[in-house]
């Protein structure tokens, strides 16, 4: 059975543009939920989102935002880039709502704003 | 909300030797508590969870945690620990279901080194 999928692994911005990663969940999962994991703040909940709704959003700037598809994929965006947003950012897949006992976790895009 | 707190953000252990990692939250609702683990360039994996029943709880790879309600800790041990142990640790909490959001809150993290 395939685990999280998460496209590209890495990738680089300049200031200012935008930029849109992607997370597959496992196979069945309908829940995916968004981190952002930095040296200086450690891991932080982004959003959450089930049957293409968002369910849950942390503490980030509208510049942040997300989207869930039919198929359970789902992509989140920045606007904006700041260098700051330079980050590991984690997707985690889970059967249903609420069922974060059972989360699993992608290994990440490396995102880096120059 | 809830709140974790890993007292330790480097362990160096030599190998074979024991070790724990220190985990303390705060919440005002109950929590269920997490360990994850993350190698180098990699997402995170599950090591073990409390959900509830016995205070001890055991894992993969040879770890095992023991859940404090009184003194909010969730501890981390490995009685005698690999070079491939060498990694980062994440202590996390969510609260229990009906107490509204399930995201998972993670402390800072403890890096482990195991030296030869």
């Known amino acids: 059975k395939a685990g999280v999928t998460q496209t590209p692994r890495y990738l680089i911005k300049t200031r200012g543009q935008q930029v849109t990663l992607s997370c597959s969940p496992i196979?069945?999962?309908?829940?995916v939920s968004w981190y952002q994991q930095t040296p200086g703040q450690g891991l932080q909940f982004l959003f959450e989102?089930?049957?293409?709704?968002?369910?849950n959003k942390g503490n980030f700037p509208g510049r942040f935002s997300g989207r869930q598809f039919s198929n359970s994929r789902s992509e989140m965006n920045v606007s904006t880039l700041e260098l700051g947003d330079s980050a590991l950012y984690l997707c985690a897949s889970s059967l249903e709502y609420g069922t974060v006992t059972e989360a699993f976790f992608g290994q990440g895009t490396r995102l880096t704003v120059v | 909300a809830q709140s974790v707190t890993q007292l330790d953000s480097q362990v160096p252990v030599f190998e074979e030797a024991p070790v724990e990692l220190r985990c303390n939250y705060s919440?005002?609702?109950?929590?269920?508590l997490f360990w994850y683990v993350q190698y180098p360039n990699q997402g995170l994996q599950l090591l073990l969870k409390?959900?509830?029943?016995?205070?001890l709880v055991k894992g993969i790879n040879g770890f095992e945690a023991e859940f404090n309600k009184s003194q909010t800790s969730f501890h981390l041990r490995k009685p005698s620990v690999h070079i491939s142990d060498t990694a980062e640790y994440f202590c996390a909490v969510s609260p229990y279901s009906g107490a509204g959001s399930y995201q998972l809150t993670f402390g800072k993290g403890t890096k482990l080194s195991v030296i030869p």
């Open positions: 196979s069945g999962h309908r829940s």
């Open positions: 409390y959900l509830s029943g016995s205070t």
């Open positions: 989102y089930f049957s293409e709704t968002q369910r």
């Open positions: 919440s005002s609702v109950s929590v269920y």
